[in-house]
């Protein structure tokens, strides 16, 4: 997707930029910080963090190196930033590319971030599209070490590459004013992931509410095993001796990692709750 900016500019500049600057709304950010600037060039990852090709007045690309130091996503953490000329004539517009896999492979993966304001009120808003999807996420916030498979931080490179984003998550996806503008795992209820509730021998279990099922199974002093797009986490009540007696038997753990299991249980309780 490409913006009008500078053509056949003065100057231009690569930024090689490493740490945790993949799956945390990195691209989007220089995209527009790019075009605010009126520059013209590209970003894209790589398999050693982002790539920044930028040409335009020189005083505009030393405000955006000011800028990804300064405003860079909460929660990227800016290593190392190297810079080195540019010559020729920058394209016409500022574009995210493809990824590319050829650098050294250093890249770090953010952290699984928590639920944003702004997706918290879809959730729960019943004239959304995505009204009680737990699954909704975007740049700001959602899975991201847990499903990552490979490097760079791109959707085939996820779990999340079996599910084909529908029409709609499309455009939020290609739309710069979006904030699920290159939000990698983005889903909704028609093309993303969904709950189901399935009994010990993995069959399934029809029920019109698999969170409410587990919650009745948690308070009947049964464990249920919570898969994510990331992996599974035992649950129980950790306030059920019985039930905390169980885990530990059948995970066959010494007290300190049944202790630390239990303390998950009570974290995924509050969330069930």
């Given at each position: 997707?490409?913006t009008?900016?500078?053509c056949g500019?003065?100057?231009g500049?690569?930024?090689?930029?490493?740490?945790?600057?993949?799956?945390?709304?990195?691209?989007?950010f220089?995209?527009r910080?790019?075009?605010?600037?009126?520059?013209?060039?590209?970003?894209?990852?790589?398999?050693g963090?982002?790539?920044?090709e930028?040409?335009?007045?020189?005083e505009?690309?030393?405000?955006?190196?000011r800028r990804?130091?300064?405003?860079?996503p909460t929660?990227?953490?800016?290593r190392?930033?190297?810079?080195?000329?540019?010559g020729?004539?920058?394209?016409?517009g500022?574009?995210?590319l493809?990824?590319?896999?050829?650098?050294?492979?250093c890249?770090?993966?953010?952290?699984?971030l928590a639920?944003?304001?702004?997706?918290?009120?879809e959730?729960?808003?019943?004239?959304?599209?995505?009204?009680?999807?737990?699954?909704?996420?975007?740049?700001?916030c959602g899975?991201?070490?847990?499903?990552?498979?490979?490097?760079?931080?791109?959707?085939?490179n996820?779990t999340?590459?079996?599910?084909t984003?529908?029409d709609?998550?499309?455009?939020?996806y290609?739309d710069?004013?979006?904030?699920?503008?290159?939000?990698?795992?983005?889903?909704?209820?028609?093309c993303g992931?969904r709950?189901?509730?399935?009994?010990a021998?993995?069959?399934?279990?029809?029920?019109?509410?698999?969170?409410?099922?587990?919650?009745?199974?948690?308070?009947a002093?049964?464990?249920v095993a919570?898969?994510?797009?990331?992996?599974?986490h035992?649950?129980c009540?950790?306030?059920n001796?019985?039930?905390v007696k169980?885990?530990?038997?059948?995970?066959r753990a010494?007290?300190?990692e049944?202790?630390?299991?239990?303390?998950?249980?009570?974290?995924?309780?509050?969330i069930?709750?």
């Open positions: 997707m490409s009008s900016g500078a500019s003065s100057a500049r690569r930024l090689r930029i490493a740490g945790v600057v993949q799956g945390v709304g990195f691209r989007p220089v995209h910080v790019a075009r605010e600037e009126k520059l013209a060039g590209s970003v894209r990852n790589d398999a963090g982002v790539v920044v930028a040409w335009g007045e020189s505009a690309l030393a405000r955006l190196r990804i130091e300064s405003e860079a929660a990227a953490q800016i190392e930033l190297r810079e080195e000329p540019l020729g004539a920058g394209p016409s500022f574009a995210i493809g990824s590319a896999s050829d650098a050294e492979r890249v770090s993966i953010a952290a699984d639920p944003c304001d702004a997706c918290l009120a959730l729960r808003d019943t004239s959304n599209r995505r009204f009680g999807y737990v699954f909704t996420n975007c740049t700001a899975p991201r070490y847990t499903i990552a498979q490979d490097v760079p931080w791109d959707r085939d996820t999340m590459a079996p599910f984003m529908c709609a998550c499309r455009r939020e290609q710069p004013a979006d904030r699920r503008f290159h939000a990698q795992p983005n889903a909704c209820p028609v992931q709950l189901a509730w399935l009994g021998a993995g069959e399934p279990i029809e029920t019109e509410d698999a969170i409410e099922a587990a919650s009745r199974a948690l308070a002093g049964r464990i919570l898969r994510g797009l990331g992996g599974f035992l649950v009540d950790a306030t001796s019985e039930a169980r885990l530990r038997e059948r995970k010494p007290r300190r049944a202790e630390a299991a239990v303390r998950l249980a009570l974290q995924a309780r509050k069930v709750e």
